[in-house]
């Protein structure tokens, strides 16, 4: 699969997609995500895909993590790209992280195994007070459409969640089982983004719309 992850890539998205994803991120990372980054701390983005969430967020350094060699010409200046295996992050340094934030990349590992040592790796380059940031499609809502992309591998619900989590020495201190709603792909309407803070501050609507879930951790 490595082998065919630049093609796959360039061809999921439209370039209004891909722009539109990028708006979005920039609200959800203005209004939701900051929070869990200090503006004077170190955050990598694991799995950075096309950068949306590590060029908005705010950081004194900013690392971009993914196998895709393309990533980097998505990145914005001041970003730092490392081409590695989310479990092998040895160009980091350990115990130096304030925040890994990773999202839509879990459902790409190839097993749970390959999970939980993700996760191990994340906890070892964390600082004692640091946070994981996960956002990931819930099996449990999302269902049969978890099936929709040739690269989706494994299917996680919040439950089976924290139990990686534990095996690999964190606890989820929030988790919110429905977050967000699963993809911009393959959408007729695309509603305003102005809603989309309105969303973010009615939790109500999570429970209606939300397929993928959010879980923040911290290690033990």
Not at 68 to 75: A, E, I, S, V, Y
Not at 88 to 112: K, M, Q, R, Y
Not at 120 to 125: G, M, S, T
Request: hydrophobic residues 45%.
């Amino acid at each position: 699969m490595l082998e065919h992850l630049s093609a796959i890539y360039s061809g999921r998205f439209t370039t209004t997609e891909i722009e539109r994803k990028s708006e979005i991120w920039k609200i959800l990372v203005t209004c939701f995500f900051q929070q869990y980054v200090p503006v004077v701390g170190t955050i990598v983005d694991l799995g950075a895909g096309n950068g949306e969430f590590i060029n908005a967020i705010q950081a004194s350094r900013r690392i971009a993590v993914d196998l895709n060699p393309q990533t980097k010409d998505w990145l914005a200046p001041g970003v730092e790209f490392v081409e590695a295996s989310s479990s092998d992050l040895t160009i980091l340094e350990g115990n130096s992280i304030d925040t890994v934030f990773t999202s839509n990349f879990f459902e790409h590992l190839p097993s749970a195994e390959a999970l939980v040592e993700t996760l191990k790796e994340c906890h070892r380059y964390l600082k004692n007070d640091g946070t994981l940031v996960i956002m990931v499609p819930n099996i449990k809502f999302v269902k049969e459409d978890f099936w929709d992309y040739l690269d989706h591998s494994l299917p996680l619900s919040h439950r089976s969640m924290i139990e990686a989590l534990s095996l690999a020495g964190f606890t989820a201190i929030e988790v919110f089982p429905q977050f967000l709603p699963y993809t911009v792909k393959h959408k007729r309407v695309h509603p305003p983004l102005i809603f989309l803070r309105f969303y973010l501050r009615s939790r109500w609507l999570w429970r209606i719309f939300g397929k993928q879930m959010l879980i923040v951790a911290s290690p033990i």
